[in-house]
């Protein structure tokens, strides 16, 4: 069988060096790839949101499964077009997919049907979102409503911070028009935790639970990115608090999708804080998430094929969802200067042979003559998995200085907060 995966970052290329483990794949395209993946994949020009493209591509090579893994294409109705050319999805469809593409849509969705989350206003009007984070208690948190690559949220420490966020959002429409409606809510403190799950609707079958690191530096400094690491599985993430989790918020979510007539099939991924009164929602993701999935993937040892059909096909609780004992780590490194100015260019030499259960999962990268170079921010996550988090942490770090190109930077902590819990629970 022949697989298409839709995207062309360091989460598509976990994917695909997950699903290439399947015994039955024969050809994994990857619309539009990168230069990295390339080494795994056949990578085809075509971009993510390119809906009639990619139809007509998977038409055309009969491909026996499509992977839609970014959100864009998803909240753009991508595995509704293509179900309904016959090619069976992994992914939720539109309806579904507005989980992520509206926060007020999910905020609201979480206050009808009682799931614990952060509290909330919803404004369309400047001048009313100007006069309420005037008094608002800070910090405060003013989101953009629709998808803006991960950055339409800003954690305001000061009033004149709110109010620059919803200047520029609404006013300077930094996001496009998914600033044309801001969601202002309370800042929630504690561990966060980001829980990835498979469901086709009936069945909630969460992965391995991870700990991203936002922050562009050491010590969580510097401004937020699309993340620089992360750890799995997340020792703060207890068996008492997973428990709760799954009663007070997992099946409570896909029974309100349900009710509402959004069935959710394919990775709902929970972003969660542990605060003093219980776990709460800071935000739904209609999919997989990057970096998370670098680290999670990885510790799968069950044949992700065959779950993919599952969530489609309704199956998900008589499947195999099996995960190592172990623990993961990547390192993400980026280019000087990200999440702001940077150059691109740069070429990358990564070592012939990694070290053992060791990965190296390419990002932003092109390639030129047959030389791999430097092509976005986030250029690739070095990943390693071992017996505990410790070693993880340790070997992945080991890693890094193999794989080289200038201008490189990245954080020197990943995992220090996580073990600060893992010490604790030892």
Known sequence: MD?????????EHAIISALKKSAGVDIIYCLPGNGGIAA??????????????????????KVGLAVVAPDDPLVLGAVDALEAAGIPCFGPEKK???IEGSKVFSKDLMKKYGIPTAAYEVFTDMDAALAYVKTAPVPTVVKADGLALGKGVVIAETHEEAEEAVRSMMEDRVFGESGARVVIEEFLEGPEVSVLSFTDGKAVVPMLSSMDHKR?????TGLNTGGMGTVAPNPYYTDEIAKTCMDSIFLPTMKAMNAEGRTFRGCLYFGLMLTSKGP???EYNCRFGDPETQVVLPLLESDLVDIMFATRNGTLAETEVKFSKGSACCVILASEGYPQKYEKGFEITLPEKLPADT?????GAKRENGRLLTNGGRVLGVTA????LPAAIDKAYAAVPLVH???SFYRKDIGQRALKAYKKEK
């Not at 998995?385 to 505990?388: C, L, R």
Request: proline letters at 0%; aromatic letters at 6%.
């Open 3 to 11: 697989i298409m995966v839709v995207g062309g970052g360091g989460r």
């Open 40 to 61: 795994d994949a056949v990578c085809v020009d075509i971009g993510a949101k390119d809906i009639d493209g990619m139809v007509k591509f998977a038409v055309e090579k």
């Open 96 to 98: 579904a997919a507005i």
């Open 216 to 220: 562009a530096h050491d010590g969580d």
């Open 280 to 282: 709460k929602v800071i």
């Open 359 to 363: 990965q190296v999962f390419v990002a």
């Open 385 to 388: 998995t071992a017996e505990d």
């Open 405 to 407: 190109f200038d201008h």
